[in-house]
């Protein structure tokens, strides 16, 4: 229990820094256990109260139960008090002491939470989303649990930039002409909200459908969308393969630009051969756990590899089934008019799943014709290596 002096203590000095209002308070436990090599300090202990808003002058009950709910906290183990003035005002205090410190969230300490780097992702511009996708605690820190997690994001952030850049210097950019983005098996769609938000920061019109086939994931992103005033995002659930008709109309016309986030093995087939058939001017693709090629090498002899030890060992083939997967990913692209560059997108040691496919075709304008796919060598190719990769067959059939 918290001794009741340093009850009174703490109300007797936060409450003339409440008295024009707070957007919330955050009560939580110390963060002396926060280690990012500790799975278990991944969630954290908190209690989040909404205030009655910024500059709401608030009413003897609001402080009573703020109090109250303080109080109750602290006698849990949730002695770490924040009340959050504003987006950058925060009054943080100890109950087990009551001392209270008002911290700031200017210039500089914006630039220690980036690492002393710009970020598109700012602490003090962009804390709304980064809160809404579990990088930011609700006091408004990151803590060392999702510190890495936060450079990873500006990092992707930043690769999609050439992207986006490109999109928006092709043709004006405004509400009747935004770049329009399908986004596949979306999943959480992180994402799609953070190029969402970073496309609003640079001041460049989006449009964005995402699609899945789980209920719960897109509840969850037209939840957050909601949430975060995001009316320029929508999505649903449906196939990659149901993708194409619904995504005109939810887009109100063809895609500019088609993301594939960690689609799950052959997902990432169909959702490259979507860009392809509608003559997507740019594709964003991260694959994912790939099994297709390993299981067809495994019925093959050693001879047929390039080294027989590829298909002689386990561990080998299926390296060698991921590589080959991606390599012809881009060959087969690169058949059907586009320019491929493979990123490095987060270092291997973080996940092996860590190459970008950024593609760009060459003639966006230009009518999708099938005639023009130079598909032929890459089958004969496939056929010598003994694998039938889904992209090529899904080609073929159009």
Not at 159 to 188: F, K, M, S
Request: with cysteine.
């Amino acid at each position: 229990m918290i001794r009741e002096n340093s009850l009174q203590r703490l109300e007797r000095n936060v409450a003339p820094h409440l008295r024009r209002g707070w957007s919330r308070a955050v009560f939580a436990a110390p963060q002396a256990a926060d280690n990012a090599d500790n799975a278990a300090a991944a969630t954290r202990a908190e209690q989040v109260h909404p205030g009655p808003g910024v500059g709401v002058t608030p009413s003897p009950e609001q402080l009573a139960a703020v109090f109250a709910a303080a109080r109750d906290a602290a006698n849990a183990g949730l002695v770490k008090h924040t009340y959050v003035l504003d987006e950058q005002r925060r009054m943080q205090v100890d109950a087990r002491h009551g001392r209270p410190s008002l911290r700031t969230l200017d210039e500089a300490a914006a630039r220690k939470v980036m690492g002393g780097k710009q970020r598109p992702l700012r602490p003090d511009t962009s804390g709304e989303l980064l809160r809404a996708i579990g990088i930011m605690n609700a006091d408004g820190s990151i803590s060392a649990t999702h510190a890495r997690k936060y450079k990873q994001v500006n990092h992707l952030a930043e690769l999609c930039r050439p992207t986006w850049e490109r999109l928006a210097a092709a043709r004006p950019r405004d509400a009747a002409a935004p770049i329009r983005v399908l986004d596949l098996a979306c999943g959480n769609a992180y994402l799609s909200f953070v190029l969402a938000e970073v496309l609003r920061r640079e001041g460049v019109a989006l449009r964005l459908h995402g699609v899945d086939i789980r209920d719960d994931v897109v509840a969850r992103s037209r939840e957050r969308a909601a949430s975060l005033g995001m009316d320029n995002l929508s999505f649903a659930v449906a196939s990659i393969a149901e993708a194409s008709t619904a995504a005109l109309a939810a887009l109100a016309g063809p895609p500019d630009l088609i993301v594939a986030l960690h689609a799950c093995d052959t997902a990432s087939d169909e959702a490259i051969a979507l860009a392809i058939r509608l003559g997507a001017p740019a594709l964003l693709c991260v694959p994912c756990c790939q099994h297709e090629l390993a299981a067809q090498l495994a019925h093959q002899s050693p001879a047929s590899a390039p080294v027989p030890a590829l298909l002689e060992h386990g561990l080998l083939r299926g390296a060698y089934a991921d590589l080959l997967t991606d390599a012809l990913r881009v060959e087969l692209l690169a058949a059907c008019g586009y320019e491929v560059a493979v990123v490095e997108f987060v270092a291997s040691e973080h996940t092996a799943k860590n190459i970008l496919l950024r593609a760009h075709r060459r003639h966006p304008h230009a009518p999708v014709d099938r005639s023009r796919w130079r598909l032929a060598a890459i089958a004969e190719r496939c056929a010598q290596l003994g694998v039938s990769p889904t992209l090529l067959r899904l080609l073929q059939a159009d």
